[in-house]
């Protein structure tokens, strides 16, 4: 089982939709959570990080964590075409900076 | 705040060869982690450095290496070039006091002929 998974996509959404992206991980003693933003031929971009159960909300994103379930989720609200890129799941193993990636998700917003 | 930088940008190897990256951090941030990123493999991660010790090491082979100086920065050697080590290598600055969120650099694109 892979450590951090992500569906692969592509997800297609209209400009304006909500697009939720979803991340499973198999580490329990995983402690922190984040989602990158990486658009083709650039380095990843920090989006959102999230370290407690719930929900976190900034702007147009949401990032859910659900450690019971070994679950984080990313929604992106009034999804625009400049939100077209790959999102990458990361899960940071206890109290280390090493980060584990999922492949990541392709979202494409078409208008 | 000057965000990551890295250097070179670009270059071009062939095999057999050796490469040194370098990666200087953000102004502050005393841990550096190194990633290798491809089509098929994603990003992966090679070793993070926290005042000049390394402190944690990915599954490469020891034909990877690296190092932290006193100011913080990051170089990452990789000698005996194959053509598998083509990739975007990336390296990401930190806090370094664990759960901290990691920023990325630009990358360095080396392409092995």
């Known amino acids: 089982q892979k450590e951090v998974e992500q569906n692969s996509g592509p997800l297609s959404v209209p400009e304006g939709a909500i697009a939720s992206l979803n991340c499973t991980y198999s580490d329990r003693g995983s402690q922190s959570f984040f989602w990158y933003r990486q658009y083709s031929g650039k380095s990843p971009e920090l989006i959102m990080s999230?370290?407690?159960?719930g929900d976190k909300e900034d702007g147009r994103f949401t990032a859910q964590l659900n450690k019971a379930s070994q679950y984080v989720s990313l929604l992106i609200r009034d999804s625009q075409p400049s939100d077209s890129a790959t999102y990458l799941c990361?899960?940071?193993?206890?109290?280390?900076?090493?980060?584990?990636f999922g492949t990541g998700t392709r979202l494409q917003v078409f208008p | 705040k000057a965000g990551v930088t890295q250097t070179p940008r670009y270059l071009i190897k062939t095999r057999g060869q050796q490469v040194t990256l370098s990666c200087s951090p953000i102004?502050?941030?005393?841990?550096v982690s190194w990633y290798q990123q491809t089509p098929g493999q994603g990003l992966q991660f090679l070793f993070e450095?926290?005042?000049?010790?390394?402190?944690n090491k990915g599954n490469f082979p020891g034909r990877f290496s690296g190092r932290q100086f006193s100011n913080s920065r990051s170089e990452m050697n990789v000698s005996t070039l194959e053509l598998g080590d083509s990739a975007l290598y990336l390296c990401?600055?930190?806090?370094?006091?664990?759960?901290?969120?990691?920023?990325f650099g630009p990358g360095t694109r080396l392409t092995v002929l």
């Open positions: 450095y926290f005042s000049e010790t390394q402190r």
């Open positions: 990361a899960v940071n193993i206890y109290n280390t900076d090493k980060l584990i």
């Open positions: 990401a600055s930190s806090l370094g006091t664990g759960l901290n969120e990691q920023f």
């Open positions: 102004s502050g941030h005393r841990s």
């Open positions: 999230i370290y407690s159960n």
